[in-house]
């Protein structure tokens, strides 16, 4: 029997059916597209990061585009302090006063509190909108929709003076109350993500539970939250996501600390000092800013993409 020409290269097979090098030919164009999609959205990430590392030479420098020629951790350094990234003790003060000074410290307060607590209250008012009846429900989904639809420049007033008149300026607090009412930043959108996917849940699911005995507390919390795990992630990941980049509410409530996404914009650079250029620092500055969204991103990107999927936003 005469054997197969190139018995031992894998892209030659015997008999009919597509080789791995036929299939690759293939998908080829399809590659090609996706690499190019992926440059074009990595181009800006890149440059910040090139340019964190670059000395004042290397800015004025044209060959040294991408890649510095004397790199250096000068800008990293100074938005690093200019930021207030880790907080200054300082023995005359308490401990919470201390970590008050630590921008890092006040932005994961301000961002991780109230996302986590948004993912429970504004789940309980979307499942109430979904699957309950109660007096003047339209009125109030109506209500909802307007809060969302309402810009917060126009209500700055009102709320800044019952937050003073509750003490919470300069506080977290002025970010955490809202939350626990199932408000707060973005909330009104919060509540319509619960209330579309748990409308898509059978009601026999329901049914069942209360056949069982269950009352509505424990139908929730037992059998509807569990299955809610999609909503939660988005709600959680959209809701970090916009309390770490807000910089409106938090000029307006914190007039003695800051987040990072506040120092970013108020970044400058010290007088007299041709060591490092403002691009540089601004690049390096928002490198550390983004940094803590990409690792998490990296960490939850399946979860985020099933969710997204599942929630019936991209309907």
Same mark, same amino acid.
């Given at each position: 029997m005469k054997k197969p020409p190139f018995p031992s290269l894998p892209f030659f097979r015997q008999g009919g059916g597509q080789t791995p090098l036929g299939a690759f030919l293939r998908r080829l164009p399809l590659y090609l597209i996706l690499t190019a999609f992926a440059l074009l959205y990595l181009e800006p990430v890149l440059y910040m990061i090139s340019m964190s590392f670059k000395s004042a030479t290397d800015? #004025?420098? %044209?060959? &040294?585009?991408?890649?510095?020629?004397?790199?250096?951790?000068?800008?990293?350094? @100074? %938005?690093?302090? &200019?930021m207030n990234v880790w907080p200054v003790f300082l023995e005359d003060r308490g401990l919470w006063e201390n970590l008050m000074r630590s921008n890092l410290v006040v932005s994961l307060l301000t961002t991780f509190v109230p996302a986590l607590i948004q993912v429970y209250t504004c789940a309980i008012a979307g499942y109430a909108f979904a699957r309950l009846t109660f007096p003047c429900k339209r009125l109030l989904f109506v209500l909802l929709l307007t809060s969302y639809i309402i810009p917060p420049q126009t209500v700055f007033m009102p709320l800044t003076w019952v937050f003073r008149s509750l003490g919470v300026i300069n506080s977290p607090m002025s970010f955490i109350l809202p939350a626990l009412f199932g408000a707060g930043l973005k909330g009104s959108l919060f509540v319509i993500i619960y209330m579309q996917f748990?409308?898509?849940?059978? &009601?026999?699911?329901?049914?069942? !539970?209360? *056949?069982d005995g269950a009352s509505t507390y424990k139908v929730f919390f037992t059998v509807m939250l569990p299955l809610a795990k999609p909503a939660r992630v988005t709600v959680f990941l959209f809701s970090m996501?916009?309390?770490?980049?807000?910089? @409106?509410?938090?000029?307006?409530?914190?007039?003695? *600390?800051?987040?990072?996404? #506040?120092?970013?914009? &108020?970044?400058?650079?010290?007088?007299?000092? @041709?060591? +490092?250029? /403002? +691009? !540089?620092?601004? +690049? %390096? %500055?928002?490198? /550390?800013?983004?940094?803590? +969204?990409?690792? *998490? @991103?990296?960490?939850?990107?399946?979860?985020?993409?099933e969710s997204i999927e599942r929630t019936g936003i991209v309907e």
């Amino acid at each position: 029997m005469k054997k197969p020409p190139f018995p031992s290269l894998p892209f030659f097979r015997q008999g009919g059916g597509q080789t791995p090098l036929g299939a690759f030919l293939r998908r080829l164009p399809l590659y090609l597209i996706l690499t190019a999609f992926a440059l074009l959205y990595l181009e800006p990430v890149l440059y910040m990061i090139s340019m964190s590392f670059k000395s004042a030479t290397d800015i #004025t420098d %044209a060959t &040294a585009k991408w890649i510095p020629h004397q790199p250096t951790l000068v800008s990293l350094r @100074y %938005a690093f302090e &200019a930021m207030n990234v880790w907080p200054v003790f300082l023995e005359d003060r308490g401990l919470w006063e201390n970590l008050m000074r630590s921008n890092l410290v006040v932005s994961l307060l301000t961002t991780f509190v109230p996302a986590l607590i948004q993912v429970y209250t504004c789940a309980i008012a979307g499942y109430a909108f979904a699957r309950l009846t109660f007096p003047c429900k339209r009125l109030l989904f109506v209500l909802l929709l307007t809060s969302y639809i309402i810009p917060p420049q126009t209500v700055f007033m009102p709320l800044t003076w019952v937050f003073r008149s509750l003490g919470v300026i300069n506080s977290p607090m002025s970010f955490i109350l809202p939350a626990l009412f199932g408000a707060g930043l973005k909330g009104s959108l919060f509540v319509i993500i619960y209330m579309q996917f748990f409308k898509k849940l059978p &009601a026999q699911l329901e049914e069942a !539970a209360y *056949i069982d005995g269950a009352s509505t507390y424990k139908v929730f919390f037992t059998v509807m939250l569990p299955l809610a795990k999609p909503a939660r992630v988005t709600v959680f990941l959209f809701s970090m996501v916009w309390h770490w980049n807000e910089t @409106y509410l938090t000029g307006l409530f914190y007039t003695r *600390i800051g987040t990072l996404a #506040t120092a970013l914009d &108020a970044i400058k650079l010290p007088e007299n000092d @041709y060591s +490092m250029t /403002i +691009m !540089a620092v601004k +690049m %390096a %500055a928002a490198l /550390i800013f983004v940094l803590p +969204m990409l690792v *998490i @991103y990296l960490f939850t990107q399946r979860s985020f993409t099933e969710s997204i999927e599942r929630t019936g936003i991209v309907e």
